[in-house]
């Protein structure tokens, strides 16, 4: 069958995969944002379904200090004796961590933690045996992948962490993970940074601490020699055996807007990537060590067909599984309904990048293709005596990099208007009065730009352009990607602002060259 990457679009970062009870399990990072680590299940590894996230509670997930380079960095998913395991990393608050739940479809622990230096932790269990490993510092001062055994109960620290690998040359060696395959313990990691130089490395050793080999063609996978390709990036990766019995890695790649401008909108995404083991004991990955937007292989039935991104709108989505809040949640500011969504003003905004739980009133789902329609009917409200209240849809990267289209409520009347926020300009422009407080305001997405219109009084208006560039995480210099995201803003509020018929369509598939 023909498949196309990424298998799971949109900013879904630092894939983690799992196989239990004949069904495929991923979890991938999520930041700044509020329910954490968003988890998918496949029958196929070709169509995911995201059934929820891991962490739902404030208690698991406290992000008052997070922003779009902390908070909830690469998670892991395992399956052992019955039990989902995921741990990760709050960059932000406590450290490393773990939850686990019998119920894939459930709730999960609270946060077991681990006291041990690093980021991208990763569990293995072994002989009734727990062990803990991430890159970081050893108890000896040696950085590198770094495991300790825990108690799995407690997370306590059973043995010393010491440094088993220090990767194969590139720098930031990160997102470890071990596997005993065929009599060999094998250690994968990426390296390169995650940007155009990300690559996926691995060494193996007949030990669980070593001393690790390096695969001598080592990296087995990256796109960074592919130039003029739209996909790039490929690292931070898993691996998994089908039922059949063949290997499988699932890894983070991006998609530049265009083959030849080197700047990526939608986030990070999920790859898969056939891996084959060859009788030297070595194993291999896509084609020629590369990852293809196009992908053939004779693994999977031709019966399997992959589904196109479904239209968004409010009755065919859910609140805490497409969409998702910046920081923790006031539910004060939220009034929500299946069909429609009632905001109202925090009075933070959207610029606010404080170390408080101080949230812009924002319920956002991710932009996961780049030629979409977007489009919602937005009621401005805001009390009798105060006005400058708005609403509208925000293309949010950080709070340093977003656009906006919106109404603003004037003494009479309001007026629409489209804002630019990009670093420390920003431009509002292409104002129009309109007598009441409703208006459709709607988004073009393109690969290099969005336009804005609005529908009002029955009349059309053209509010302009915008290039998407600048709300890169080239720009940007973060982790995520831009959400597309209904907010209120302006004093703190007593009245709700409606949204209503929201729709998110793709308009065009991606060229996908070759
Ligand atoms: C993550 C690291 C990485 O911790 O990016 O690409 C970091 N890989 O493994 C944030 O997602």
Redesign the pocket.
Known sequence: MKYRNPVIPGFF??PSICRAEGKYYLVC?SFQFFPGVPLFESSDLINWKQIGHVLTRASQLPLAEANSVGGI??PTIRYHEGKFYMVTTNVSKGGNFYVWTDDIHGEWSDPVYVRQDG??PSLYFENGKAYFMSNGTDDNGVHGVVQCEIDIATGKKLSPAVCIWQGAGGRFL??PHMYKINGYYYLMA?EGG?EYG?MIVYARSKELFGKFENYPENPVLTNRNLGGYLLQGC??GDLVQDVSGNWWMVH?AFRQIHEWVMHHITG?EVNLVPVTFHENGWFTAGINGTTRLEMETDRIPDSVIQSPLPEKRFETTTVGIDWCWLKNPHPEYYDLHKEYFRIRSSGVWLNCDDKENHAPSFLGIRQQEMHLQIECTVTVQGDEDKFREEAGITLYMTPDQHYEIALRRLAFGCELFKRLHIGDIVQESNHVHIHGNTARLCIKAEPLCYTFSAEAENQHYELGTAQTKFLSTEVAGN?TGVMIGLYAQGTVSERFSEFRDFLCKVTESLKTGT
Do not use: M, W
């Open positions: 970062p630092d990072s960095y690469a980021i991208d990160e997102s990426a995650t990300h690292g931070h983070l990070r982790f």
